[in-house]
């Protein structure tokens, strides 16, 4: 980001004021978060903004973060501020990326097109999600069209069938992504009610299962199943009828062929059944670096113990993460979490943090307690429900420039230079 990010960002907005034009995108979190509720549908706002039991988790992530107060210094010179890193190989302009989210289209049709192509023009990170509403190659377009080969990462879900694990990191390669980022923390489903009081999966309605239906090996699978499968009446309702709509709309192919083709069905129930893997061990990150020579970052560490172990199989890096409280309630929050796994791996390998990190200062004391960068997920889901693509920029936008503010009225001036000393635990 320019020098004085945060003070254009902000100018911006008032010269904006002064013609009476305020922010579509609302500059603190409550009120994005009130908006964004406003316009979802029930479905959507369950899915993005739901956790896990009693959002126990979610709770936990802020009351970690609140913990921690920035302690100031005085009559500093700040005015030549850097938020700029480096993380495998690139030159980023902040230390924020996009984190993957699923099924997006629940905040706003072609969700991931917009959420790359807002990533590109902030020159940030997007991690493809692995279920995502369009195929990584779309995205990956989208993202050149703005920016020639405008940074991206890829978010692994590891499939119970490796062919399709094979064909996916293959895809990622060839797409640009400058990482591959295995979610670990996803073997199985956590306990959502949200979502369970609606009865909405939106997997079950070819939601979020793009890369999967763009994939040649993920359609063989299918065949095979379609193949050995034996022939079971339907239950019919109007509920089947919608979801057979949606499905028929959401998988590739003609609508009108797809509502009587065996095919896409088939698809939806192969992705709920090989899509994770519950068996998944250190043995298959090992083979992993088989697959690929880009970076391997393990998404979802908590336990110093396990980001040793990631160290000591050769990983390059680690996103601590609960996976923004939807997976395990009364989780260890990713504050808490970082500091074990920061002070875990010495520097070994790169160590990113999600979940709960919502502002910029959120991410100041990310870096702060040892995170080389942060990953934004709801923020830009928000700002994506209320204004497509420049709304999902714009919510990251604010969220950097608050960072470049916080860190100069903090009396620092490199994001690179941040440790414990400028937090104090309250």
Sequence with gaps: MAENYGRARQNE?????VHGRTPSVPTDFATLEKRAKAKMSARGWAYIAGGAGEGRTMAA???????WAIVPRMLRDTSDRNLEIELFGQTLPAPVLFS??????????????HIGHAAAELGLPYIFSNQGCAPMEDVAAEMDSVSRGAPRWFQLYWSTDDRLVRSLVS???Q?????????????????????????SLPFA??????QYTSDPSFWEIVAERLKDAVSEKPEVSIGAIKTLFSIAKNVPGDIRRNLTAPEP???????????????????DIVTLRDMTSLPIVLKGVLHPDDARKAVDVGVDGIIVSNHGGRQVDGSISSADALVDVADAVEGRVKVLVDSGFYTGAD??????LGADAVCIGRPHMYGLALAGAAGARDAVANIVAELDLTLGLSGQTDVRTLDRSVLKKV
């Design 13 to 17: 907005i008032y010269r904006a004021g």
């Design 61 to 67: 992530n802020r009351a970690a973060l609140d913990r």
């Design 100 to 113: 993957p989210v699923g099924a997006g289209a629940l905040a706003h049709d072609r969700a991931d097109i």
């Design 171 to 173: 895809r990622a390669e």
């Design 175 to 199: 797409s640009g992504a400058a990482a591959i980022a295995v979610t670990l923390d996803t073997t199985m489903l956590g306990w959502r009610p949200q979502d369970l009081n609606l009865g």
């Design 205 to 210: 309605r070819a939601e979020g299962i793009d």
């Design 265 to 283: 069905r088939a698809a939806v129930e192969t992705f709920l059944d090989i899509y994770s893997r519950p068996t998944l061990s250190w043995t």
């Design 363 to 368: 991410v100041f004391k990310a870096l702060a």
